[in-house]
């Protein structure tokens, strides 16, 4: 214990130093003893005299970090970076006081190129411009001051404080899209009618008449507009995590683990995107977007990229024996060769030659999934998908499409976007048509992730969803938590450059699968990579739990002999 106690010169007589001395040292005694400095000090001594450490000071310094005070939020710091697009994005950085020091702990963006920001165009430039400068603002100034003094281990009171920011700036924007239709619509009533024509009017009876003939599409649900700067909410909701990961002194895996109450580590299937074609291809080809590889289970993740790669040189090889044909094959923004077809079994034909060329069989040791996007297809003035450049089909026409091409093609085991979501009797025909041979999947990554996600389309098995703009962490554990073994994590083809997190997340998730793109470009890789150094983490301490089927959405494991259908292609 400190004494307090002074000291009475002889002759009785105090100078004002000495008496300022005495009260100064009154008050450090009183302050010591209040924080309990000279117990611990002693009980350090003591445990220290009978441990000899090696490394006294270290020993010291271990032993008052444990009674230090957590670390708090002491601000957020907003960067302006550019995805691996080249588009401009956001990047959040968390500082914190750790040890009366304040620092960096983590920074992290997330993609904001889906919706209406990931257009181009000058008109589009300006708007991504705006989306970027609200975020920055938002996380400089607002969000910033909110959330000081917070608990960065707290990720879900961190998130609700951003989920109660968003959702203000939420019904400002709402207001001001409304102010803005009105507007729109008072300058329409305003605006003089054409000139009639009657050769116009002849027309349009013609026009009208052909339309009566064909069975009208259900009109398309446009999606609710973005609301600018909401890329700052994701980017600081990850930060955050990540802060938290750091300061727990856990990989980031295992801290989203720990917050999404798992009980197994599990790393997820890895889909690996082999081919592209789609719109964006030379040919006439618009149907399927990207061919992707599931593996056969079991495999760990380093034996399924090996695998992906000996394939994809397979696919290079003979796509390069005909380039004085078709031209020297491009590299899509799935990471993926991009190649040239006018038909959709011209597509699936490379594939299965590439596997038969490296003698493994479609339908058992690999299987495939198709994206379809379709919902990109629909060419609204005559109602129909453009399957092929200039062939049209109706939704029941797709639908036969699917069902000849599957019965064709059956280790096709997956299907995504098959339909727009508003064919929901297109829907239902194709899920009763493919039985349990096939898996339908939804693309729900344009949907907010504060909501919930809707009821399931028919025959739906699984949802696939991306981390992009105002996606907390908090949605993704209360999503894969609220559908489990129904959600397939995906990255986005702008994300912030050099980020691996995204394999972290999903292993911290649980969820089953995991679609990180093709194997071309090292934005992607690095994806992989952290995913193949996860798993041997995991199996090194023993507590990797590995997987002997495929598990949902996608068990297929007998479905090709339940279905009567020939597994050859």
């Not at 064909?214 to 980017?235: D, M, Q, R, T, Y």
Request: glycine share 8%.
């Amino acid at each position: 214990m400190v004494s307090n106690k002074g000291y009475t010169r002889c002759d009785g007589k105090v100078s004002e130093e000495e008496r300022d001395f005495y009260e100064m040292k009154n008050r450090a005694c009183e302050f010591y003893n209040r924080n309990k400095v000279p117990q611990q000090i002693e009980n350090v001594l003591n445990d220290m005299f009978f441990a000899k450490p090696d490394d006294i000071y270290g020993y010291l310094a271990n032993f008052f970090m444990k009674l230090s005070a957590p670390p708090r939020i002491s601000g957020l710091n907003g960067r302006e970076i550019y995805d691996s697009q080249g588009q401009l994005s956001v990047q959040a950085e968390v500082m914190c006081t750790i040890r009366n020091e304040q620092k960096l702990t983590s920074s992290a963006g997330v993609s904001a190129g889906h919706g209406q920001w990931s257009m181009q165009g000058p008109d589009m430039g300006k708007g991504r411009a705006h989306h970027v400068t609200t975020g920055l603002e938002w996380i400089n100034g607002p969000l910033s001051e909110l959330l000081k003094g917070c608990d960065p281990c707290d990720q879900t009171g961190v998130d609700y404080i951003l989920s109660d920011f968003f959702s203000a700036r939420h019904q400002e924007a709402k207001e001001n899209w409304r102010l803005q239709e009105e507007e729109n619509k008072e300058e329409e009533k305003e605006a003089p009618p054409p000139p009639a024509s009657s050769k116009g009017k002849k027309s349009g009876e013609k026009a009208i008449k052909g339309a009566s003939a064909e069975k009208l599409i259900p009109p398309c649900v446009p999606p609710e507009p973005e609301v600018p700067g909401s890329v700052a909410v994701g980017a600081v909701s990850l930060a955050v995590a990540k802060s938290g990961a750091l300061i727990r002194d856990v990989p980031l895996y295992k801290h989203i683990f720990a917050l999404s109450n798992q009980s197994e580590f599990r790393v997820p299937v890895p889909l690996v995107t082999l081919l592209s074609c789609g719109k964006s291809s030379p040919g006439k080809l618009n149907l399927l977007e990207e061919v992707i590889l599931i593996p056969r289970p079991g495999q760990r993740v380093k034996q399924v990229i090996s695998t992906a790669l000996q394939i994809h040189e397979e696919l290079m090889r003979i796509m390069n024996s005909t380039t004085s044909k078709n031209g020297q094959p491009t590299q899509s923004e799935a990471g993926a060769p991009v190649v040239a077809c006018e038909r959709p079994e011209q597509v699936l034909d490379l594939v299965a030659e590439a596997c038969r060329s490296l003698g493994l069989t479609l339908g058992e040791e690999i299987r495939l999934a198709v994206n379809c996007a379709a919902h990109r297809l629909m060419d609204y003035s005559r109602g129909k998908y453009e399957v092929i450049a200039g062939s049209l089909k109706s939704p029941d026409e797709l639908v036969d499409v699917y069902q000849a091409l599957l019965l064709k093609y059956p280790a096709v085991v997956a299907l995504i976007q098959p339909l727009r979501k508003e064919d929901v009797d297109q829907w239902e025909r194709l899920s009763s048509v493919i039985g349990a041979s096939c898996s339908l999947l939804c693309d729900m990554s344009g949907l907010p992730a504060s909501q919930a996600l809707p009821p399931a389309l028919p025959g739906v098995k699984g949802q696939v969803l991306q981390q992009v703009n105002g996606t907390k962490v908090s949605d993704l554990i209360r999503i894969t938590t609220e559908n489990t073994d129904a959600v397939i994590l995906s990255s986005s083809h702008s994300e912030p450059c050099g980020d691996n997190c995204l394999s972290d997340l999903a292993v911290g998730l649980g969820v089953a699968y995991v679609r990180l793109g093709g194997l071309q470009g090292g934005q992607r890789l690095t994806k992989y990579n952290r995913l193949i150094a996860i798993e041997e983490e995991l199996a090194q301490q023993g507590i990797l739990v590995s997987r002997t089927t495929l598990p949902a959405p996608l068990c297929v494991e007998d479905t090709l002999a339940d279905a009567g259908i020939s597994e050859e292609v």
